[in-house]
Structures are given as structure tokens and as C-alpha cells.
């Protein structure tokens, strides 16, 4: 099992070339590319992310969701990207050294959505 991982790991690395690479989505497609016999689920994903990558401000950002069609709506995090002159939406993998809370009352009026709105946070 481990050696095939590692055959994997070299296949993408022969075709992406000498690093560092800024693009984590094309990091993705290439893997998703080379895993010939290789099952690449969500799990075994994040931990090549945690093992091979590492955090750059100047890096492309990177898409967790790509749906068809325009269903944008920036207080839910999808935004409304163009892809071969068609209207898409994206979600992009938030930023956890970013996180943040607020304390807000259960009965504002409008509620949760209403303070982001307002812009409060």
C-alpha cells in the first residue's frame, strides 16, 4: 500500500516539475490525474495536504466546491466565477488561522444573516 502511494506522489511530482507550486488546485487535478489504482478519498486528500503543503498568502486560492450555474450568494461563501464563458459558483477552503466568533443574540431580528448584512462582524 505505502509503496504505491509513494509511486503516486512521484508520477506528480515528474509532472509538475521542481517546486514550490503556488496552484493547490492544479496540485489536486494532477494527483486526481496520476492515481492509477490509487483510491484518493477525502481523507488520504487532506493528509498529502498536511504533509506536502504549506501555508502561502500569495498562493491561488483553493476550491473546495464547483457547481454549474449561477447560484452565488456571498454570505454562504459561493461566489460567482466564468468557466469557458459560462456562469459557475465556487467555494473556496476557508482559512482557518483566519476563524473568528462573536457572541450574537438569538432573537436579533433578521437573525444571523441580518448582522452579516448589516456588517457588523
Not at 486526481?32 to 488520504?44: C, D, F, P, S, Y
Not at 473546495?64 to 459557475?88: Q, S
Request: charged content about 25%; hydrophobic content about 40%; proline content about 4%.
Amino acid at each position: 500500500m505505502m509503496c504505491r502511494w509513494q509511486d503516486l506522489i512521484d508520477r506528480v511530482a515528474a509532472a509538475l516539475g521542481a517546486g514550490p507550486h503556488h496552484d493547490y488546485n492544479a496540485f489536486l487535478d494532477a494527483l486526481e490525474l496520476h492515481a492509477q489504482g490509487v483510491k484518493l478519498i477525502t481523507k488520504r486528500q487532506k493528509l498529502i495536504q498536511a504533509t506536502l503543503t504549506e501555508r502561502d498568502q500569495a498562493a491561488a486560492l483553493v476550491i473546495k466546491n464547483h457547481t454549474r450555474g449561477d447560484k452565488a450568494d456571498r454570505l454562504y461563501g459561493r461566489f460567482a466565477v466564468n468557466f469557458d464563458g459560462k456562469p459557475d459558483t465556487v467555494e473556496y477552503e476557508p482559512d482557518t488561522e483566519l476563524r473568528d466568533t462573536e457572541q450574537v443574540p438569538l432573537l436579533e431580528p433578521g437573525g444571523i444573516a441580518a448582522v452579516f448584512q448589516r456588517g457588523l462582524l
